[in-house]
């Protein structure tokens, strides 16, 4: 099993990034998919989930309005869309596959917004 992150780096405050998780090593389409993030000093918490297929995606109210997350069914990959990023945004980013009693995490990427 692999979830591999990409796309993370420095932005400017009001900046855009756009977070990638590449999947392999199971059945895509059977797991919920999840963005967390760990800022220095802080637990990791939730940033956005979305279901299997349909439903609705989850997003913290510190995100909300500014992030979107989807997923690629055909490529096996969950995106972080991330605009109008502020410096409390600063942290490394998890992706996360969930289902069935089964977790896996990916190896995070840092996201720095700094002038």
């Known amino acids: 099993v692999q979830l591999v992150e990409s796309g993370g780096g420095l932005v400017q405050p009001g900046g855009s990034l756009k977070l990638s998780c590449a999947a392999s090593?199971?059945?895509?389409?059977?797991?919920?998919m999840s963005w967390y993030r760990q800022a220095p000093g802080k637990e990791r918490e939730l940033v956005a989930q979305?279901?299997?297929?349909?439903?609705?995606?989850i997003y913290s109210d510190s995100v909300k309005g500014r992030f979107t997350i989807s997923r690629d069914n055909a490529k096996n990959t969950v995106y972080l869309q991330m605009n109008s990023l502020k410096p409390e945004d600063t942290a490394v980013y998890y992706c996360?596959?969930?289902?069935?009693?089964?977790?896996?995490w990916g190896q995070g990427t840092q996201v720095t917004v700094s002038s």
């Open positions: 996360n596959a969930r289902a069935w009693g089964n977790v896996y």
């Open positions: 979305i279901p299997r297929i349909g439903g609705s995606t």
């Open positions: 090593g199971f059945t895509f389409t059977s797991y919920i």
